[in-house]
């Protein structure tokens, strides 16, 4: 895919860097009568400083290859030089600085003979290069309209070109007086072309297509992250459930553990237990008579081992008094 078309590709802007690099506009900002003539040499001598800083990374004949570039060369030139002659009142003063250009200009054209701009190749009038800008850059959209009609600054260029045609439809009867004076080589122009219609086309590029699918794919995104912070806020509240759970069954058992350790040490160590014995015996009928060694053994067994418990007993209580 094509690189997409600029504003600062239309030919009519192809100077704004060189105007720019130069501080033109601080130039334009000196006013008459504030401004001294050491400040006016100040700036011509950094004007020849920042031109040929700037000519060697983009060489002039790059800048000025046909005859409107050249006119258009010679039209920033001449508006330096008008600039200069509005902030000072002596002819001496002004003469001085036009040489200072002049020399400037002779002094790189003269070794670059394959520069083909003579300084009085001029606009008839300098109110005839915003209606040439508008025709050289209506040629270059023409000729690219398939582009320019898809470009992000499709309405930026449109835009721009609309407001200059409102400017110079306001003058175009002088315009087309004018005109007749000047000619440029290699570029039909006209005032005729400030009844046509403009844009030709409409521009197709759409911002909110090309966001929708970075939505898309945010939206995609935040909702896979949504199912997964659900999923995780599920799992450790089952978690939670679980470990509740568990811990409920533990303290309910706790008291009926407690009860049936106290059950059996009132059982075993009280005389309950001798009670409770003697009234299963009775309510029972058990054939006693029957395996009397046996029963005998039993009982044997038991007395001894309630003779070592107690006698257990007697020890651990001892050594806890002591």
């Known amino acids: 895919m094509g690189k997409d078309i600029q504003l600062s590709d239309l030919p009519s802007k192809k100077f704004n860097d060189l105007i720019e690099c130069i501080k033109y506009e601080d130039l334009k900002g000196y006013k008459t009568n504030t401004t001294t003539k050491d400040q006016i040499d100040l700036w011509i001598n950094e004007f020849k400083i920042k031109i040929e800083e700037y000519l060697r990374n983009k060489p002039l004949k790059e800048l000025i290859n046909n005859d409107k570039s050249c006119k258009d060369f010679n039209y920033i030139i001449e508006e330096i030089k008008q600039k200069i002659y509005s902030l000072v009142q002596s002819p001496a003063e002004k003469l001085m600085f036009k040489q200072k250009i ?10 670059n003979t394959d520069l083909s701009c003579n300084e009085n190749n001029k606009y008839g009038n300098p109110e005839l290069k915003p209606l040439y ?41 002088i315009l087309e007086r004018q005109i007749e004076f000047t000619e440029v080589a290699g570029m039909s122009c006209s005032t005729r072309i400030l009844e046509d219609t403009f844009p030709p086309f409409k521009c197709m590029f759409n911002a909110d297509d090309s966001g929708a699918s970075r939505t898309q794919l945010s939206s995609s ?102």
């Open 221 to 322: 995104y935040v909702d896979s992250s949504d199912k997964e912070q659900v999923s995780l806020e599920m799992s450790d509240e089952s978690e939670t459930h679980s470990g509740s759970s568990s811990s409920d069954i533990g303290l309910a058992s706790l008291p009926v553990v407690g009860i049936l350790v106290l059950l059996f040490i009132l059982y075993r160590f009280t005389s309950l237990g001798t009670k409770l014995h003697t009234y299963l015996g009775n309510k029972v009928n058990i054939p006693i008579n029957q395996n009397n060694d046996s029963n005998e053994q039993i009982l044997s067994n038991i007395s001894n081992y309630e003779d070592m418990y107690s006698e257990s007993m007697q020890y651990n209580l001892s050594y806890q008094v002591v």
């Open 102 to 111: 002049n020399y400037w200009r002779d002094d790189y054209f003269s070794p």
């Open 133 to 173: 800008d508008f025709c050289e850059d209506n040629i270059y959209i023409e000729g690219k309209h398939s582009v320019m009609e898809k470009s992000d600054q499709c309405d930026i260029i449109i835009d721009d070109m609309t407001k200059r045609k409102d400017a110079l439809k306001s003058k175009q009867d």
